[in-house]
């Protein structure tokens, strides 16, 4: 457990400013449900990140993917696995892998676009706890959607 509190204070990367500069754009992070309905939308100040944390399924231990607003592209920025059976995996040319403090490992610099700026999750149960992490907010979409799809899609207005 004292490994993973460890882990949520180190996984913003590329953290939100407590106080965003004049000028900035901000897009919308957004949560929409296999009906089409907004379930939640928190702003992202670009060049900012946020985090989709979850409890592995099976082993339950935490697992983290973390995101950058990049000029208004999603990309994958890094990864925390508690082993080498959970979450994405590290192949040669994509990212870095280093060992986390407290165990398991981060992929760092994946930086890989998402596609269309949005991707389709099925949401787990509240064991699984699958939840996203701003600075300034945290949606939890297991109480809001446990067993659903969701698409999470960075919102340009564009």
């Given at each position: 457990m004292v490994a993973l509190l460890l882990l949520l204070t180190a996984c913003a990367g590329p953290a939100h400013q407590d106080h965003v500069k004049p000028g900035t754009v901000i897009d919308h992070?957004?949560?929409?449900?296999?009906?089409g309905a907004l379930l939640a939308r928190t702003?992202?100040?670009?060049q900012t990140g946020w985090c989709l944390y979850w409890n592995h399924s099976v082993t339950g231990d935490g697992v983290i993917d973390c995101y950058v607003d990049d000029l208004g592209k999603m990309v994958l920025h890094r990864a925390y696995q508690p082993d080498f059976a959970a979450g994405l995996g590290h192949y040669p040319g994509r990212g870095i892998l280093t060992s986390a403090e407290g165990g398991g490992?981060?992929?760092?610099?994946?930086?890989e676009p998402v596609r269309g700026n949005a991707y389709v999750l099925r949401v787990g149960s509240l064991a699984v706890n699958h939840r996203i992490v701003t600075d300034s907010d945290e949606i939890n979409l297991s109480k809001m959607a446990e067993h659903t799809r969701v698409t999470i899609r960075l919102d340009t207005g564009e």
């Open positions: 992070l957004e949560v929409i449900g296999a009906d702003e992202i100040p670009r490992y981060w992929i760092e610099d994946i930086d």
